[in-house]
């Protein structure tokens, strides 16, 4: 399951208010989103920031099952 996805949801955030939250395009976070662009160490931070936790508490585990 996708966790930032699931985070955006739990939040009632759109993909356009999340994007408008990072100041990037709506297209570039759905790329995120949905694994399209690799996630940069400091968009996980600011995407963290936005849900007030982590970048670990959401994405360490979708990488940590990749191994």
């Given at each position: 399951m996708n966790e930032?996805?699931?985070m955006r949801e739990k939040?009632?955030?759109t993909c356009?208010?999340?994007?408008d939250k990072l100041k990037i395009s709506k297209p570039f976070y759905w790329q995120i989103e949905n694994k399209k662009r690799?996630?940069?160490?400091?968009?996980?931070?600011?995407?963290?920031?936005?849900?007030?936790?982590t970048p670990d508490k959401i994405f360490y585990?979708?990488?940590k099952n990749k191994d």
């Open positions: 930032l996805r699931n939040h009632n955030f356009k208010e999340m994007a690799r996630l940069s160490y400091s968009m996980a931070v600011q995407i963290a920031e936005v849900f007030k936790t585990t979708e990488y």
